[in-house]
Nanobody, 121 residues
Framework: QVQLVESGGGLVQPGGSLRLSCAAS????????MGWYRQAPGKQRELVAN???????NYADSVKGRFTISRENAKNTVYLQMNSLKPEDTAVYYC???????????????WGQGTQVTVSS
């Protein structure tokens, strides 16, 4: 099994910052892409940012220049530094890892439980 545990969400004022973390544990052979998605009430889940095993990063246009994704492979962890937060960033944020388990041939996507980020004065 593979488990993803997120942390770092909360309530922050507009213009503030938060840092999300997501750590994977379990029978892991390799982690390929790592990413963050978010889902606001009444909206579909959307990609926020992802980073592949080579370190190439991809961001949604709405967060470019404000959010930074990074990964720490030795800890099977991905981070999302969120600066200059806006009310429209309010959502549940989910991490997503593409993982090949020990003894497996193929890789599969795993999701975190979600962490609430609320941007409000």
């Amino acid at each position: 099994q593979v488990q993803l545990v997120e942390s770092g969400g909360g309530l922050v004022q507009p213009g503030g910052s938060l840092r999300l973390s997501c750590a994977a544990s379990g029978s892991i052979a390799s982690i390929y892409a790592m990413g963050w998605y978010r889902q606001a009430p009444g909206k579909q889940r959307e990609l926020v940012a992802n980073i592949n095993s080579g370190g190439t990063k991809n961001y949604a246009d709405s967060v470019k220049g404000r959010f930074t994704i990074s990964r720490e492979n030795a800890k099977n962890t991905v981070y999302l530094q969120m600066n200059s937060l806006k009310p429209e960033d309010t959502a549940v944020y989910y991490c997503n890892f593409n993982v090949r388990r020990l003894g497996a041939i193929s890789a599969y996507d795993y999701w975190g439980q979600g962490t609430q980020v609320t941007v409000s004065s």
